[in-house]
């Protein structure tokens, strides 16, 4: 709903009289015009204020309604390891459409797709894009990058028990040990995957092989 008595200026009586010159088929009651149904596209107002005499005065008032560009298409969440390359792409394919986007760190690219090399852990956050038509903007779209440290270890090698154990020592608190998953490996193809009640994009190649001694 516009109020049309509100793209007026200067100093002008308020007791003049609003006609629509295009038919737009919104409803205009008073200064208050429904669009909520019209077609985008140009339409022009007379607002008319009669005097003595014959005499009046007219402002035209014309209304340029456009379409708001939508964001879609787009992952709210992108999980990236430290060192990898981010990249979304904003799917638009309208040369007409200018493009805003701003993260962590006073980031800012006016680029259509967001292209960052080598992300850090300290890059993570949100990113955000907003897209222009020239008249019109959308509404922000949000995406939460989230950039994991890589994780670093070393293994430990005991015998307990007449049993080689090769336990996964955490360099650097890179990862909790119970948020990974585990995938041994060894000779003559053997391999096992151990894994936690926790999820995650990681895998470490730990594990424990058992050695029969031959006497």
């Known amino acids: 709903l516009l109020n049309l008595q509100s793209y007026l200026s200067g100093t002008f009586d308020t007791n003049g009289v609003w006609t629509e010159l295009t038919n737009?088929?919104?409803?205009?009651?008073?200064?208050?015009?429904?669009?909520?149904?019209?077609a985008y596209g140009s339409y022009q107002f007379s607002y008319r204020v009669n005097g003595f005499c014959s005499n009046f005065d007219e402002a035209i008032i014309t209304i340029n309604l456009g379409q708001k560009p939508i964001i879609t298409n787009l992952d709210p969440t992108v999980q990236l390891c430290n060192g990898q390359n981010l990249s979304i792409t904003a799917n638009q394919n309208n040369s007409s459409y200018s493009y805003q986007w701003t993260g962590p760190n006073s980031f800012s690219s006016t680029l259509p797709d967001l292209e960052i090399l080598s992300m850090q852990v300290d890059q993570s956050g949100i990113y955000t894009l907003v897209i222009s038509n020239g008249s019109c903007i959308s509404d922000p779209f949000e995406v939460s990058v989230i950039v994991?440290?890589?994780?670093?270890?070393?293994i430990n090698a005991l015998?307990?028990?007449n049993y080689k154990t090769l336990q996964v020592i955490p360099l650097n608190d890179s990862f909790n040990p119970s948020h990974v998953?585990?995938?041994w490996t060894g000779p003559n193809g053997f391999i096992q995957v151990l894994i936690d009640l926790f999820k995650t994009k990681w895998r470490l190649i730990t594990g424990k092989y058992n050695i029969k001694k031959i006497k």
Do not use: H, K, R
């Open 24 to 38: 737009s088929g919104g409803a205009l009651v008073g200064a208050n015009w429904n669009a909520t149904n019209v």
């Open 181 to 183: 998953n585990y995938i």
């Open 148 to 154: 994991s440290p890589v994780p670093e270890f070393y």
């Open 159 to 161: 015998c307990v028990n």
